[in-house]
């Protein structure tokens, strides 16, 4: 008897998981209505990893090969469904992903977290070019969801990319009160207000330890 494997909990999986949830189709099928419907912008789509996910699945027995076929020259095309195990076990992850936040480990929560290694004056300008980034992605996140607007696309099928826009602005937003407390004297602190806050943590530590 084949055993069950861990669902691989990534988001392309649950893209995956979940197109196969509303029809059999084949990876290339899949990598394409991902795009037509603006899921690149919460899910990175690159090479072959698809294909690594999409085996994986059929690997843990949550997805299943129905059909093989081939047009022409061109490579021949699996088409997949999903398992009535794979759909107990999507259901139940979309509700927990819906309904529990989770740290997802930002790499620009880490900067924020050592950024005072660097100049003051270096820090604020290096944030104020993240700002001018976010304002340009957001600005493009936001004409595509327009675009597909336009197109008639409902716009339950949309709402990743406000997500995206809405988060992206909020980020920029943030950092823009960050830089004004920075200039403004009321974050940062010295190396020798920051080495005296270090030593009396450090003893507040120690006297824990010992009690």
Known sequence: MKTRRELPRTPLALAVMNLLAEAP?????????????GHDQVIRLKGGSIYDT?????????IEAQTTSR??????????AITAAGREEIMAWLR?????PVNEYPQFGAALAFFAALDKDEVVRLL???IALLDGQAAGDEQQVKTFTDMGLP???????????????????????LIADIEGGRLWITKAQMEAVQ????????????E
């Open 54 to 62: 999409v085996e994986r699945l059929e690997q843990g027995g949550f």
């Open 155 to 177: 716009r339950l099928f949309l709402v990743e990319g406000e997500y995206a826009v809405a988060m992206k602005r909020a980020e920029r937003d943030w950092i823009r009160q």
């Open 96 to 100: 927990e992903l819906l309904a529990q």
């Open 71 to 80: 047009e022409g020259r061109r490579p021949e095309r699996t088409v997949y």
């Open 128 to 130: 104020k070019v993240r």
């Open 199 to 210: 030593e009396k943590f450090e003893k507040r530590t120690e006297g824990g330890e010992r």
């Open 25 to 37: 189709m084949h990876p290339y099928e899949m990598k394409s209505k991902m795009k037509e419907r």
